[in-house]
Nanobody, 129 residues
């Protein structure tokens, strides 16, 4: 059974940094894409913005233009954990952050959150000005 658990959220001042962790359970047997997404308060329904993704066991992450250069995704295979390092945070980065997983098609997609079928419960990040 696949289970993802996020941690590391909290409050941070603008310009600061935060590292989120996504603990993976049951991600075995084949390569998965693990992605990071966020849902800002004003986003309707289950719409989520894709931020970054990495293939388990791979070394080529992908990023959305909105976070490229500020956010870094990485993984620790020994700990079955994927990280999202967030730097130069802005108030508009305030959101619920989720990690999600799906079988890897080779290149991890970021064009739609709907590709990812396994989701964590999220961790809130609040950036104050």
């Amino acid at each position: 059974q696949v289970r993802l658990t996020e941690s590391g959220g909290g409050s941070v001042q603008a310009g600061g940094s935060r590292r989120l962790s996504c603990s993976l359970l049951g991600i075995t047997g084949r390569r998965y894409c693990v992605g990071w997404f966020r849902q800002a308060p004003q986003m309707p329904g289950k719409q989520r913005e894709a931020l970054a993704a990495i293939e388990t066991g791979g070394d080529t992450p992908v990023y959305s233009d909105s976070v490229k250069g500020r956010f870094t995704v990485s993984q620790d295979n020994d700990k079955d954990t994927v990280y999202l390092e967030m730097n130069s945070l802005k108030p508009e980065d305030t959101a619920m952050y989720y990690c999600a997983a799906a079988y890897s098609p080779g290149t991890c997609p970021l064009d739609s959150y709907r590709y990812y079928g396994y989701w964590g419960q999220g961790t809130q990040v609040t950036v104050s000005s």
